[in-house]
């Protein structure tokens, strides 16, 4: 071929190419450190594991199919996995961060680079520490904008601002876990809860560690929220003001007009907020408290933030002392709220929104979910009867941590004393679930999984038990969004649930609340291949076993596998 036909042929190349390449992504860069800071709240001084010293952790902030890179290097004693909460991780299960699920932990001095691109998603979503108690401290939001020059679906705010609720404890939460599991009791509760890492006035010693957020009259602000707490779903309410939802686990939604918010742990929510037009003579409550229904002790107490209008320099009240008005919040126990509340959720189910639930079903799956009894480990003495110790199950199943990652063992085909694929599709015996508790109270434990074919459509009944009292438990799936296609109060009933499934607008999410003394159905394409974790997002739950996994095997086609391990993954 002649130099001018190669030149020709270059430039034809280019003129391809290059469009393309201006309209993918980019590659973004974070560096990690997780390190000890020491943080004062409360009136002490503690010293807590954090990513470079900040407390909250950093935001990271991309754009819908930008690639990140983020290096993890632990310095401190503690293993440490990062989970990146609502990321979809296409064929990119090995950055996904569960301990002993996808990875082995990044342990002292070791270093992991989680490598994955953002698909089809943009919104609001969280990272934090997949590892024992860890992520009490190590946790910040993630923000997906869209694609430039892409706008929102809702009016275009003035300004964004990340709202991030946490738990505090003033002491060692490592050792409180630790020490809850040999006794076989419940842990102690924080001491605090936080918006954006501050307690807020209404906690001793504290009025000065307190949230504010300044606006303009007139002016409309996106409020980025993530629930961050380790054990407890909030309301959340601004004193005189309403809200407008608009996002949900970063999926866009119908407007929702409401004065009061519920969001459970593992769940992100984007509001609109319309400032007054005129500059109010008060400052206003940013106020969040939990929503409880179980009948174990929890912290029943509000952290505060507070709004305030910025005034003009010419004001004469500039200097003024204002009242303090307080929102009204539910009932700590009002779980009719709280399903009022997230039947409001509908997708967009636009053209340029679809939702594309699955509306004809491979697979259906019926999973009991709650609290029971194991027996003591050897050599141990517990709390409970006939020396027991609270555990949690699905389908009666506690789940058993394996030693090893179980992606590897299913990448290598070494499953073999690692895990079993005999999880129980249907609970193992019925009972009246939200009734009276069966004789037996004692769950079985393993670490079992389901298999599922590239590809399957997954329609998953999970019902709550009230065996130790009804209680409400937010499931987070990884590696998918799942479609909510229905919820109710009592003993799910195919016939007549089934029928009147949504399967039109159904509210997309990561993680939902299977109510108390209720249920809740979902539906889900399983396109993803890897091993995915499910499990509830109260983390004192999950550590009694309330999680087990599925396993989705490759497509036949290239793009339908999953790769090989990257060289840097951590070793157990």
């Not at 259906?364 to 517990?382: M, P």
């Not at 992606?407 to 129980?424: E, I, N, R």
Request: proline fraction near 8%.
């Amino acid at each position: 071929m002649g130099a001018f036909m190669k030149l020709l042929l270059l430039a034809v190349c280019a003129i391809w190419v290059l469009p393309g390449l201006a309209m993918a992504g980019i590659t973004r860069h974070y560096k990690f450190n997780i390190v000890m800071q020491n943080v004062t709240r409360l009136c002490q001084t503690k010293s807590i594991v954090t990513v470079n010293g900040q407390f909250p952790g950093p935001r990271i902030v991309a754009r819908e199919g930008d690639r990140l890179l983020i290096k993890v290097v632990n310095k401190v004693k503690h293993n440490v996995t990062l989970h990146w909460h609502g990321v979809r991780q296409l064929r990119s299960g090995w950055a996904d961060g569960p301990a002993y699920i996808t990875q082995c932990p990044i342990q002292t001095g070791q270093s992991y680079v989680y490598n994955f691109s953002i698909t089809g998603q943009r919104g609001t979503l969280f990272w934090h520490a997949h590892i024992s108690w860890l992520r009490a401290t190590l946790y910040g939001p993630i923000v997906i904008l869209p694609k430039k020059h892409v706008p929102y679906p809702f009016p275009q705010p003035f300004k964004e601002i990340p709202i991030v609720f946490g738990e505090w404890w003033k002491a060692d939460t490592e050792k409180i876990i630790s020490q809850a599991l040999q006794s076989g009791g419940t842990p102690n509760i924080s001491d605090a809860f936080t918006i954006n890492g501050l307690p807020g006035p209404s906690y001793n010693c504290s009025a000065k560690d307190t949230f504010k957020l300044k606006v303009k009259p007139g002016k409309t602000y996106l409020l980025r929220m993530v629930n961050a707490a380790l054990n407890d779903e909030l309301f959340f309410s601004i004193a005189n003001h309403s809200l407008t939802v608009v996002e949900t686990d970063a999926v866009y939604v119908k407007p929702i007009k409401t004065n009061v918010v519920l969001i459970t742990p593992g769940q992100t929510t984007n509001v609109l907020l319309k400032a007054k037009s005129k500059v109010p003579t008060a400052i206003f409550a940013i106020a969040a408290r939990p929503y409880a229904t179980g009948p174990a002790t929890f912290d029943n107490t509000t952290t505060i933030g507070i709004l305030e209008y910025e005034q003009p320099s010419s004001s004469k009240i500039k200097n003024r002392k204002f009242p303090l008005l307080k929102p009204v919040l539910p009932r700590f126990n009002d779980t009719k709220f709280s399903m009022k509340f997230s039947s409001k959720i509908r997708s967009l189910a636009s053209a340029k929104f679809p939702a594309n639930v699955p509306k004809k079903v491979n697979r259906r799956f019926f999973f009991t979910v709650g609290l029971g009894l194991s027996q003591c480990l050897k050599n141990q003495t517990c709390q409970g009867p006939n020396n027991t110790r609270l555990a949690a199950s699905i389908n009666n199943v506690s789940f058993v941590q394996p030693n090893i990652a179980l992606l590897q063992a299913h990448f290598f085909k070494k499953s073999k004393g690692v895990y079993t694929t005999d999880f129980p599709t249907n609970p193992p015996f019925k009972f009246n679930y939200t009734g009276t508790p069966p004789k037996n109270l004692l769950v079985n434990s393993g670490t079992k999984v389901v298999v599922l074919p590239f590809k399957t459509n997954v329609e998953l009944v999970m019902q709550d038990t009230s065996i130790f009292g009804a209680e409400s438990h937010p499931l987070h799936l990884h590696g998918f969004n799942f479609f909510v296609v229905g919820q109710g109060i009592g003993n799910f009933n195919p016939k007549k649930d089934r029928a009147k499934f949504n399967l039109v607008d159904p509210a997309e999410r990561n993680t939902v609340g299977v109510p108390s003394g209720g249920w809740v159905a979902i539906r889900f394409l399983a396109d993803n291949p890897g091993v995915w974790f499910m499990h509830c997002h109260l983390e004192v739950h999950t550590s009694w076993g309330l999680k087990m996994a599925w396993i989705v095997k490759d497509g036949k086609r290239p793009r339908q596998k999953l790769p090989p391990p990257p060289s840097d993954l951590p070793k157990c």
